[in-house]
């Protein structure tokens, strides 16, 4: 479980505890305008705009409730107190889950995604975790762009398993859906969260 704490903007990097473990949550300095905080029911609104805006099949309201109500590790970066983003993960045993990861479409881009990813890991190295994984779509180029220079590798995919897309370069067997490709990471590299921006 991941309990929310105070979210400042001082420059300083603070430890928390997620659950039995610390953790180092990263705050971003006040001119920069970015942090990183526990995700709210409040949030909820404006989660779902992003998701519903960045995604043809979108998770609902009552998988991002359900998430919230397990205890899974439910982080939104802010830029100027306005949430571009959010990532959701699940921890069990020794395994760090990437649920889901998005950032507003009109701000990707600018680091967002690489930030809050950065934040899950750190997160997931708290709990003690040994590897983490994610699926992604093999026709989201930008997003495997970014899994792999972050340390992220190929290790399956998943037949049939996302809806139909609008890339039907992907598509399977005339099904309409699309495979994943299941990505892998060690999570004891983890990198820091500092970073600049421009880098993404």
């Excluded at 479980?1 to 039995?20: D, F, I, R, S």
């Excluded at 649920?99 to 881009?109: A, E, R, T, Y």
Aim: proline share 4%; with cysteine.
């Amino acid at each position: 479980m991941c309990p929310g704490y105070t979210h400042t903007v001082t420059g300083l990097a603070q430890w928390q505890h997620c659950g039995q473990a610390k953790i180092l949550v990263s705050v971003c300095r006040r001119e920069i305008g970015i942090g990183l905080r526990p995700m709210q029911e409040l949030d909820l609104y404006r989660v779902l705009e992003i998701e519903r805006g960045a995604y043809q099949y979108p998770w609902s309201k009552g998988i991002f409730l359900d998430c919230l109500q397990a205890g899974y590790c439910c982080w939104v970066l802010e830029n100027d107190q306005w949430v571009k983003g959010y990532g959701i993960m699940q921890v069990l045993a020794d395994e760090a889950h990437v649920l889901n990861l998005c950032i507003d479409s009109q701000c990707q881009g600018a680091g967002f995604g690489r930030r809050v990813l950065r934040h899950l890991m750190e997160i997931a190295a708290g709990h003690y975790a040994q590897n983490m994984i994610l699926e992604v779509r093999p026709s989201n180029k930008a997003a495997i762009a970014l899994y792999y220079s972050e340390g992220f590798n190929q290790i399956g995919r998943r037949k049939k398993y996302y809806p139909n897309h609008k890339s039907r370069e992907y598509l399977q067997g005339g099904s309409n859906r699309e495979d994943a490709l299941v990505l892998s990471c060690p999570v004891d590299g983890a990198r820091g969260d500092f970073y600049p921006l421009g880098l993404a």
